[in-house]
């Protein structure tokens, strides 16, 4: 069975600019979760997507959205792109939402200059 | 405070020698759960081990062994019989209904192992 899988891996943008990662989770996966890990401030989530909904959501400001498609697949969005958004943004699915673990692509690292 | 708490930031092993990264964590609720995963340097979160809060033995994944202490509210990851790929950092996480069963993070434990 593929793993998750996450493109870009390596992107690099622009302060101001927008940008949009993708994730595919493992077949038969219905739930995606999006994290964002940075030296300092560690680990966060983001954001859950369960059939097409969000579930859940960090505490992040607006210009970080997502979605999920019929087919489970997930992307997330950033606007107006800061310095500090620079990280590695992982993807992580499970089966359902709510329990049992969670299986992680091999991340997209954003870098803003 | 800390949900989740991982006092090591680094340690040193010797190859082929048992190791414990240790985690300790805090909630209210009565269902959690408890997960490890590694991150090597390539970046990928690799899951480790899972442990239920309701689950009476410890869980085992072939080197991998929780050592679940709910009243002292730890589970720490036991490796026995380290190797050099096991160096990389490792994560304790949880899941609750508290949190609407986003997974919390420690700040994670750096593993090198000598030869």
């Known amino acids: 069975k593929a793993g998750v899988t996450q493109t870009p891996r390596y992107l690099i943008k622009t302060r101001g600019q927008q940008v949009t990662l993708s994730c595919s989770p493992i077949?038969?996966?219905?739930?995606v979760s999006w994290y964002q890990q940075t030296p300092g401030q560690g680990l966060q989530f983001l954001f859950e997507?369960?059939?097409?909904?969000?579930?859940n959501k960090g505490n992040f400001p607006g210009r970080f959205s997502g979605r999920q498609f019929s087919n489970s697949r997930s992307e997330m969005n950033v606007s107006t792109l800061e310095l500090g958004d620079s990280a590695l943004y992982l993807c992580?699915?499970?089966?359902?939402?709510?329990?049992?673990?969670?299986?992680f692509g091999p991340g997209t690292r954003l870098t803003v200059t | 405070a800390q949900k989740i708490t991982q006092t090591q930031p680094g340690m040193f092993v010797q190859e082929k020698e048992a190791v414990t990264l240790d985690c300790t964590y805090d909630?209210?609720?009565?269902?959690?759960?408890l997960f490890w995963y590694k991150q090597p340097s390539s970046g990928e979160m690799i899951f480790l081990i899972y442990?239920?809060?309701?689950d009476e033995q410890n869980a085992t994944e072939g080197r991998y062994s929780l050592n679940f202490q709910k009243a002292r509210k730890s589970a720490n990851l036991v490796i026995s019989a380290s190797q050099l790929g096991d160096s990389a950092m490792y994560f304790c996480?949880?899941?609750?209904?508290?949190?609407?069963?986003?997974?919390?993070w420690g700040a994670g434990t750096k593993l090198i192992i000598k030869p």
């Open positions: 992580a699915s499970s089966f359902s939402t709510g329990s049992g673990e969670q299986y």
């Open positions: 996480a949880m899941r609750e209904s508290n949190s609407n069963y986003q997974l919390i």
């Open positions: 909630t209210s609720d009565q269902s959690y759960g």
């Open positions: 442990q239920g809060s309701y």
């Open positions: 997507y369960f059939s097409e909904t969000q579930r």
């Open positions: 077949s038969g996966h219905r739930s």
